[in-house]
């Protein structure tokens, strides 16, 4: 882990890594990673998310179709989400969204990098829940491939304060 790396630097650092090293993700980075994720905030304390940690090549090979992302990844994290509302609505998509986020971020923290598998997630929720023994009322959110970065990407453009921001009101710039 990184202690030196503050969450302002692990923001600006983390990339969406597509090509990984084959050097193995211990269990406890992993673990680490998926404890962000689950002190990301829920919709009520609901808490509707868990996490199938993969490590076994096998099993990682039966996942490498669902997205170039996971190719080379020696490991992933495959989110679940169970579409339950609470009382006051449906936050489980937001609840997962707030946990993928936190774990992007610690796997840079921790020296890893990752990708967010989501779109092709949904293509192939079927096949996916088949190979993971995921139960039909729990639903596959998202896989987040885990490794050592073989690849440094440059940061995409991003949008400024000044462009993104209104004050007090739409359409108002910075007084």
Known sequence: ???????????R??????????????VDVLEAIITA??????GCNAQLRGYIIVTDPAVMDQLRPVSKA????PAAIVQLIEPKATRY???????????IENMLLAAVATGYASCWVE???????????????VP??????????????????PPPKKATIGQ???YNRFGRRRP
Do not use: C, W
Not at 1 to 8: D, I, V
Not at 136 to 153: F, Q, R, Y
């Open 1 to 11: 882990m990184n202690k030196n790396m503050t969450l302002f630097e692990s923001i």
């Open 13 to 26: 650092a983390r990339r969406s890594i597509r090509r990984y090293t084959d050097e193995t993700v211990p």
């Open 37 to 42: 994720g689950l002190a990301a905030p829920t």
């Open 70 to 73: 996971l190719a080379t990844a």
């Open 89 to 99: 609505g449906e936050f489980y998509l937001q609840d997962a969204a707030a946990s």
């Open 119 to 133: 779109g092709a997630v949904r293509h192939s929720h079927d096949d996916v829940r088949r190979i993971l023994g």
């Open 136 to 153: 039909t009322d729990v639903n596959v959110s998202a896989i987040l491939p885990i490794g050592k970065p073989a690849e440094s990407p």
């Open 164 to 166: 993104a921001v209104h």
